[in-house]
């Protein structure tokens, strides 16, 4: 079965760290751009980072530039998102989704169904 999962949310104090996993089941994500999102409760849902292979380019919002990094993994299956210095206001619910041959600004900007979209993983930061 194709799907995408996220992992690694967990409960971390301010200023600690954290790193999700988005894994690709059935393809890798070498065609593909893939994006981290998140959603606190009653908040709209915000494009994180991004990293697209095939055009080698990254996006980080301005909420999480220099504390957060995207990467990819050598299984090339795998992208992780590193978080650090992390706050209160990055708690929410943090999913990843997968475009084939796009660039991160138009992941970030899509407004129809991504091709592949993960189910989503907690963060809770405590003050």
């Known amino acids: 079965e194709v799907q995408l999962q996220a992992s690694g949310g967990g409960l971390v104090q301010a200023g600690g760290s954290l790193t999700l996993s988005c894994v690709a089941s059935?393809?890798?994500?070498?065609?593909?751009?893939v994006g981290w999102f998140r959603q606190a409760p009653g908040k709209e849902r915000e494009a994180v980072s991004c990293?697209?292979?095939?055009?080698?380019?990254?996006y980080y919002a301005d909420s999480v530039k220099g504390r957060f990094t995207i990467s990819g993994g050598a299984s090339r299956n795998t992208v992780y998102l590193q978080m650090s210095n992390v706050k209160p206001e990055d708690t929410a619910v943090y999913y990843c989704?997968?475009?084939?041959?796009?660039?991160?600004?138009?992941?970030?900007?899509?407004?129809?169904?991504?091709?592949?979209w993960g189910l989503g993983t907690q963060v809770t930061v405590s003050s």
């Open positions: 989704a997968a475009d084939r041959f796009f660039d991160c600004s138009m992941l970030v900007q899509l407004t129809r169904p991504h091709d592949y």
């Open positions: 990293i697209s292979i095939p055009h080698k380019d990254t």
């Open positions: 059935g393809f890798t994500f070498d065609d593909y751009a």
